[in-house]
C-alpha cells in the first residue's frame, strides 16, 4: 500500500513559463459589446449612431452600432458616436461614458484602456416630443371631461337613448303632487 505521503499533491513546475505559452485574446465585437453596453447604461444617452450620423440605434438595440474598437495585445482603444438627450449637460454625459466605458472594459478583459472617444452625433428630441405628446392628449381629455358630453356634433352619439317610461305606465304607483292649476291665465 501507497503511504499518506505519497498521495499528497505536488506543485509541478513547467519548465516554459506561462506568458510565452499561452494567451487570451478578444475579439473586437466582444470589446465592442462590452463598450456599447457600459455607454448605453449612462443616464442621458438616447442611443448610438453610425460614425456617418445616419441611423440610429435605441438603447436595447444593437449595442455595437456606433462602437469601434481597436484591441491589441494588453490594451484597447474605443470610439463612440452617440446621441444625447435634449436638456442634458452633454459635457457631463460624455465624461460618464468615458468613465463606465473605461470601469467595463477594465474590468471584464483586464486590458488598459488608452482612449475613450465620444463623438456627439446628435441630439434626441424623443422624450420631449413624448411628453408634448401626452400632454396634449391629457389637455384634450381634460377639456372634454370639463365642457360636458355631446359638445360638439362629431362627438353627439347618433341616437339618443329612450326614455325611461312613466311610473304610471309600469303599473307602479305614484305618489306626485298635483299643483292646482291657477286661473289668472287666460
Known sequence: MASKKDNQLRKVETPVPAEESSAIIYAPEVVAT?????????????????????????????????????????????????????????????????????????????????????????????????????????????DRATAGRGSSPAEEPAEKPAEKPEPEAAGEPVNKREEPETESEA
Do not use: W
Not at 126 to 141: H, V
Open 34 to 142: 462590452i463598450a456599447g453596453i457600459a455607454a448605453s447604461e449612462v443616464e442621458g444617452i438616447a442611443g448610438m449612431s453610425t460614425a456617418q450620423g445616419g441611423k440610429m440605434a435605441g438603447k436595447n438595440k444593437n449595442v455595437t452600432r456606433g462602437v469601434k474598437v481597436e484591441v491589441g495585445p494588453e490594451e484597447v482603444s474605443c470610439d463612440l458616436f452617440v446621441s444625447i438627450e435634449y436638456g442634458r449637460p452633454i459635457q457631463k454625459v460624455a465624461l460618464e461614458v468615458q468613465e463606465s466605458v473605461r470601469r467595463s472594459l477594465e474590468a471584464m478583459t483586464g486590458l488598459h484602456v488608452v482612449r475613450v472617444d465620444v463623438h456627439v452625433q446628435s441630439v434626441s428630441f424623443e422624450k420631449e416630443n413624448n411628453a408634448l405628446t401626452a400632454g396634449a392628449r391629457n389637455a384634450r381629455l381634460t
